[in-house]
């Protein structure tokens, strides 16, 4: 069963002293509150059924941009649309890298695709918010769950301990929040439930800093998260937990200085070996359709997003804008399940070169596009300028159906188990004691089978390969940029791709944009923040 996501209430909040209102829909409570104030935390949270409205406030939150879908938005500045956190997360993972290229031109979001944005961004300024806004929606739910509080509104045992897990949830999604933003703009303050709630300045953190609050907060939750795959589909585990532990260590060479590729190796066997998540012996596109919560997908999913075209209201946000931007040009919308293309987001032909032959059957994870496409991209703004991309589908594995066409039903696989197979591997190969090569080669052989593409040997098991092999794998699924950093082919002249830099035929860049800049409205808003290496505010 998914997570309803529709019980959800009123309450508000201050979030980094800006002040930024955190509302909800209520229909199935039927509160139309006379006065907002009537509805401040405390109140709220009076009501027994607050506590998983809350939480669900917090996963809904990662997709839909508002409180009634695209209407009115959490985040100031941004349409509920356009402020989804899911939808963000692509926008900056996505379109600075060889996979993606938007041809829309509003306000700065043209200098994603070229990597010359600055800190007068409104989307880095949007995905900062966004994250934040989970934070301190987290904060004040750990803050009102506290045994004291629970204690005195009298509330009964068995409510208490199903809040103690929604209070791991809770951190989990703080800590998935505090790792996007450590790893996009590296210096970041950190709050949590212990601070005031109001106008003060949260001191800024280094990024060690952050990484170490990071894993202290995973390592913890082992103890407070539901045991794995014992959870509502949705909602996360103690495995979560534990894949987010080792994407951190993978990464802690950029995010520290100090790599711990080791632990890497030896949280994903965990995870491999004990967790009862299973790779998805089903087709590949399988894994993207509108189904894949019950089509034998959902056995790899660690951690979805889940879409619901009949629950949520949200017609730009998460799934629905990665599917409508991806059709234009000739293609059949309602092939794709959906009413119609906003003629946006395509992929670069040095992403399409990954597989030997877009337009044959060698690798079934390369769906692309290409009748009136053209592979180059002379224009930015021309849709048919660059192969379409159709990995995701609101089409059931069968061809039948979803709930909608215009909001799918296809769930984001924020994480998954074959990931956890390729960081294994990668692990492995930059020397963690704790890996198996023949193992490692294995798991790829498990991902490529399926796929129908064809078997490799220890031999072919390099970084190069992995880093390729992760995008066959997992392109579109917001991991591209930070993969292309750690392998020091994000910036700089090692890797280039049509359009990096600002021209056709792609320049090097400069090694500062690693790191997005702290975006300016929030230095306006606290002025304690420092600035980036490389920007000017």
């Known amino acids: 069963m998914k997570i309803a996501f529709k019980h959800i ?21 039927n509160v139309t509150p006379d006065d907002d104030d009537e509805f401040l935390s405390e109140t709220f949270f009076e009501n027994p059924e607050s506590y998983k409205q809350v939480l669900a406030k917090l996963y809904a939150g990662l997709y839909v941009g508002g409180n009634d879908g695209d209407g009115t938005a959490d985040i100031a500045g941004l349409g509920g649309d356009f402020s989804s956190y899911l939808r963000l997360l692509f926008v900056v993972q996505e379109l600075p890298t060889d996979e993606a290229i938007i041809a829309w031109a509003d306000g700065t ?4 695709n070229t990597q010359n944005w600055s ?9 900062f918010s966004r994250a934040f806004y989970h934070i301190s929606v987290a904060n004040e739910f750990l803050r009102q769950t506290t045994d004291e509080k629970l204690t005195a ?37 950190i709050t949590t439930e212990n601070d005031p709630v109001g106008f003060f300045y949260p001191e800024q953190k280094t990024r060690a800093e952050v990484f170490a609050f990071i894993e202290s ?10 045991a794995s ?33 080791n632990e890497a190796g030896t949280v994903c066997a965990d995870i491999i070996n004990n967790s ?19 089509n034998g997908a959902q056995n790899e999913f660690i951690f979805p997003i889940v879409s619901d075209g009949n629950a949520i209201r949200a017609t730009g946000g998460g799934m629905s804008f990665i599917l409508h931007a991806s059709i234009g040009g000739s293609m059949d919308a309602a092939s794709r399940g959906m009413d119609g293309g906003w003629f946006g987001i395509r992929t670069r032909k040095e992403f399409v070169a990954l597989f030997p032959d877009a337009t044959a059957t060698a690798d079934k994870r390369g769906t692309f596009y290409t009748d009136g496409q053209t592979l180059d991209i002379a224009n930015i703004g021309t849709f048919t300028n660059g192969y379409a991309v159709t990995k995701y589908i609101n089409k059931k594995a069968d061809g039948t159906a979803a709930q909608r066409n215009d909001i799918p039903d296809t769930d984001f696989p924020m994480f998954r188990l074959s990931d956890v197979y390729l960081m294994y591997a990668e692990a492995t190969v930059r020397g963690a004691a704790s890996g ?5 080669v294995g798991y790829i052989n498990q991902l490529r089978d399926r796929a129908d593409a064809p078997s490799i040997s220890a031999s072919d098991l390099t970084l190069d390969f992995i880093l390729d092999e992760r995008g066959r794998e997992l392109f579109w699924e917001c991991h591209r940029r930070t993969d292309l950093i750690r392998f020091g082919k994000f910036t700089g002249g090692s890797k280039i791709w049509q359009w990096k830099g600002g021209t056709v035929n792609g320049t090097a860049t400069e090694s500062y944009r690693d790191l997005m800049p702290i975006p300016s409205r929030i230095i306006q808003a606290n002025p304690t923040l420092e600035q980036n290496t490389g920007y000017t505010n």
Do not use: H, Q, W
């Not at 809040?163 to 303050?189: H, K, Q, W």
């Not at 009862?276 to 019950?294: C, E, H, I, M, W």
């Open 9 to 29: 209430s009123y309450f508000f909040l201050l979030i980094l002293g800006l002040n930024m209102a955190l509302t909800s829909c209520s229909n199935d409570l």
């Open 109 to 112: 979001l043209p200098t994603l």
């Open 119 to 127: 800190p007068a961004n409104e989307f880095l300024a949007g995905t």
């Open 153 to 189: 509104r009298g509330v009964d045992a068995s409510l208490k301990a199903e809040i103690a897990t929604f209070r791991a949830e809770a951190r989990f999604l703080r800590a998935f929040s505090y790792y996007n933003l450590m790893d996009l703009f590296g210096n970041v303050p």
């Open 217 to 226: 907060e995973l390592k913890d939750l082992d103890n407070s998260l539901a």
């Open 229 to 261: 795959r014992t959870n509502e589909y949705g909602r996360v585990d103690k495995t979560a937990a534990k894949f987010l532990l080792a994407k951190i260590y993978l990464n802690s060479k950029v995010y520290t200085g100090t790599d711990r590729f």
């Open 276 to 294: 009862g998540y299973t790779f998805a012996n089903v087709p590949y596109r399988y894994l993207f359709s509108a189904d894949n919560n019950t």
């Open 436 to 440: 198996n090569t023949a193992t490692a």
